[in-house]
């Protein structure tokens, strides 16, 4: 045989090994076995795609358009893998207040066909799970981590601010008007660990370029306190106060009225500006690919 041969076939046969270590590296994934805490101390052993269908249906409305789901459902895996690996854990909880809402009682046809139609699906960026962060409304235009979530951590370099479509959204949502009491703040402040005295007035320090507020400045009889305006938020209710998207602070008598739009905290996916790209049967994949810059979706399992 000649050396040519020779070569070719060595040639031939490294390129052979390369490719079947190569598919092997790309379905080196299984479905991963996962457990869902339900309840305290109750925890549910299931599939990943199972839990997935239960968090898009506790997650998201019924009715919705299917790409909406399906981006929601690359989003929820993200979530959930970063999650489970950040603690080091097989095991999430069900409660939206420690992971994702999960409703398996809501699973619709669609949304299981939605799901099904993105499986074994995960965004990464450089080899890494997302934190697959995600809200109801962006009222017109995301934020980043540090201001949205007050993350303490360096700003992951996938979350930048975008313009986000959130116009379907409801009246309510996309402006409402809360009034808080004094004597609300002075509680919510004291539960954070800060005794200011009787509240005198509330200001606005600072605020980033999509109008969220960064930090508030609370005057009271015996000391002013900075606080981030995420961790005030989320302290008093993040139902009631709906964002930190807010447009106009006013006082009356003892109140505090809190003007603003949004829903959520802003960070990453916005689920009506994922209506609205739906709609306009955007795909799946670009509409996460919108809300979080340079990462990739890739098929981790079949």
Wanted: glycine share 8%; proline share 3%; hydrophobic share 35%.
């Amino acid at each position: 045989m000649g050396i040519y041969k020779k070569i070719m076939i060595l040639l031939f046969v490294y390129i052979l090994v390369f490719t079947i270590i190569g598919c092997e590296e790309l379905a080196e994934l299984d479905e991963p076995d996962i457990g869902v805490e339900v309840a305290e101390g109750e925890v549910e052993s299931m599939k990943l795609e199972e839990y997935i269908e239960g968090v898009v249906a506790g997650e998201m409305k019924e009715g919705w358009p299917e790409n909406a789901y399906a981006a929601q459902a690359i989003i929820a895996r993200s979530y959930a893998m970063k999650f489970m690996e950040e603690n080091d854990t097989d095991t999430i909880s069900a409660d939206f207040r420690e992971a994702q809402e999960y409703k398996p009682e809501q699973i619709t046809e669609e949304i299981s066909e939605a799901v099904q139609k993105t499986r074994g699906e995960l965004a990464k960026y450089e080899d890494r799970y997302i934190k697959g962060w995600f809200h109801a409304s962006a009222g017109g235009h995301t934020t980043t981590a540090k201001v949205g979530l007050a993350y303490e951590d360096e700003e992951p370099p996938y979350i930048h601010p975008v313009e986000s479509p959130d116009e379907e959204s409801p009246e309510d949502v996309q402006n409402w008007t809360v009034s808080v009491s004094a004597e609300e703040i002075e509680n919510v402040l004291s539960d954070m660990g800060y005794e200011i005295g009787q509240l005198e007035d509330v200001e606005i320090v600072d605020k980033d370029e999509t109008g969220r507020i960064i930090d508030f400045n609370f005057v009271g009889s015996e000391e002013s306190i900075e606080v981030k305006a995420a961790n005030f938020r989320v302290e008093y209710d993040s139902q009631v106060l709906k964002s930190t998207k807010i447009d106009e602070l006013n006082k009356e008598n003892d109140n505090y009225e809190f003007s603003g739009s949004g829903f959520g905290h802003g960070v990453g996916l916005s689920q009506w500006g994922a209506y609205k790209m739906a709609l306009e049967d955007e795909a799946p994949e670009d509409i996460v690919k919108h809300y979080f810059k340079d990462i990739e979706v890739i098929q981790a399992y079949e």
